[in-house]
């Protein structure tokens, strides 16, 4: 079964330094992995997603993300962390076992970034 | 262009007393999801539209839990008889049919709570 894991409840990290946000996953076949954000009382907003091609995927508002198959892991990055990215951070697999794109959820990481 | 709608954004209902989520979403996408997102939990699947056809509801925690989308477009997720442990965000997303990974884009969510 699809699963995936963010091991970290909160991260804590000051303005302008980087910050990462740690997900590994457990798939069969070839993983098909994104990035959302939640912002209070908002849905989830895409950031980024990996596909195929080159392990390292930049998306929106300066974030980018690592695919590593070796130690299935795609950790999404930022190199200068604002107060504004305090946010909830959700890594998703996608499950084919239906034959479409379902997500299947980590539990979420909480970003604070202090001034 | 308009992303996904939903409504009501908060209900609040009495044990026993039925319910009906809106998703709107965004238009000529053919893929329609539902999730539910507990407290402090990632989204969770429900059910999948393609089109009208409801291909997968594996996800639906009970009978209780019914959801159409009668005329491909607009969807409605609906809760008879509610208990205290439905409580919890529902979240819609919609995709663009696509040959890889199509991207889901969410809704802000209802939030439902049963008193």
């Known amino acids: 079964a699809q699963s995936v894991a963010q091991p970290e409840d909160q991260v804590n990290v000051a303005e302008g330094n980087p910050l990462t946000v740690k997900c590994t996953y457990s798939?069969?076949?070839?993983?098909?992995l994104f990035w959302y954000v939640q912002y209070p009382n908002r849905g989830l907003q895409f950031l980024l997603k990996?596909?195929?091609?080159?392990?390292l995927v930049k998306g929106s508002y300066g974030f980018e993300a690592e695919f590593n198959k070796s130690q299935t892991s795609f950790h999404l990055k930022k190199p200068s962390a604002l107060v504004s990215d305090s946010a909830l951070y959700f890594c998703?697999?996608?499950?084919?076992?239906?034959?479409?794109?379902?997500?299947?959820f980590g539990a979420g990481t909480r970003l604070a970034v202090h001034p | 262009g308009a992303g996904v709608s939903q409504s009501p954004r908060y209900k609040v209902a009495k044990r026993g007393q039925d319910v009906a989520l809106r998703c709107d979403p965004i238009?000529?996408?053919?893929?329609l999801f539902w999730y539910q997102q507990a407290l402090g939990q990632g989204p969770e699947f429900l059910t999948y539209?393609?089109?009208?056809?409801?291909?997968?509801k594996s996800g639906l925690p009970s009978d209780r839990f019914f959801a159409e989308r009668p005329e491909g477009s607009v969807s409605t997720l609906k809760i008879q008889r509610t208990q205290q442990e439905d409580s919890a965000v529902y979240l819609c997303?919609?995709?663009?049919?696509?040959?890889?990974?199509?991207?889901?884009?969410f809704g802000p969510g209802t939030r439902l709570t049963v008193l």
């Open positions: 997303a919609s995709s663009s049919r696509g040959p890889f990974g199509d991207t889901q884009y």
């Open positions: 798939v069969s076949g070839n993983p098909y």
């Open positions: 990996y596909i195929t091609g080159d392990n």
């Open positions: 998703a697999v996608r499950d084919m076992s239906g034959g479409y794109n379902k997500l299947i």
């Open positions: 238009s000529g996408h053919v893929s």
């Open positions: 539209f393609q089109n009208e056809a409801q291909l997968d």
